[in-house]
Structures are given as C-alpha cells and as structure tokens.
C-alpha cells in the first residue's frame, strides 16, 4: 500500500496562491491515479482535481477551473496542487487521495484507495 502526507498549506489573502505537495512512500505514485478533495466544517468531503496515472488526463470541480492546476512528478513520486485567485470559499482541509485504478479519473470519495491526513488552507478577505 501507499503512505500519503500532504503539505504547503497556510493561511493565504484573497487573491493568493498556494501550492499544496502530496508525497508519497510505500509504494510508487505511478501505479495510482490521484486525487484532490476538500472539506469544510460541517460540509461534505468535495471532489476538486483527479489525475490520471501518466498526467495524461485531468479534471477539475467547476469551482476551481481555471484557478487550480493538478500535476503529478512520478519520479519525485510527489503530486501537486497549484492554486491561483483563491477566494474565501477555498478555505477548507484539502486532502490528496490514491486511486488503485490507476487510469480512471474519479470525482467520489469512495473511489479512491488511500487517504493523507490533510492540510489545512485558510482564505482571509
């Protein structure tokens, strides 16, 4: 299995960027398509980005196109978050998340494997 540990997040002004790293150990990230979720207090756990295995196919929520940008470095085994013109309702605990079917992309919580404990993003206006 696969050991996730997010980081790079903090406490941001409306208008910044962030980028969010999600290394991986245990096993290589090339055997996983990856994910970006975020959850809020007292809301469900939202889909944002997913990746597939190679980099060759992306999605995003339609609250972050455009802003975000979801990468992978298998070689770092790392997988990377950019988030550009964040706005306040980007506050949340992003999570990245390991699919084992490595070359499907998956907007539900449920489809995804292997979880990092999260980091936190603040977005004060």
């Known amino acids: 299995q696969v050991q996730l540990v997010e980081s790079g997040g903090g406490l941001v002004q409306v208008g910044g960027s962030l980028r969010l790293s999600c290394a991986a150990s245990?096993?290589?990230?090339?055997?996983?398509?990856m994910g970006w979720f975020r959850q809020a207090p007292g809301k469900e756990r939202d889909f944002v980005a997913a990746?597939?295995?190679?980099?060759?196919?992306?999605r995003y929520a339609e609250s972050v196109k455009g802003r975000f940008t979801i990468s992978r470095d298998n070689a770092k085994n790392t997988v990377y978050l950019q988030m550009n013109s964040l706005k306040p309702e980007d506050t949340a605990v992003y999570y990245c998340?390991?699919?084992?079917?490595?070359?499907?992309?998956?907007?539900?919580?449920?489809?995804?494997?292997?979880w990092g404990p999260g980091t936190q993003v603040t977005v004060s206006s």
């Open positions: 245990g096993r290589t990230l090339s055997s996983y398509a």
């Open positions: 998340a390991a699919n084992r079917n490595k070359a499907t992309i998956n907007t539900t919580p449920y489809g995804y494997d292997y």
């Open positions: 990746i597939t295995y190679g980099g060759a196919i992306t």
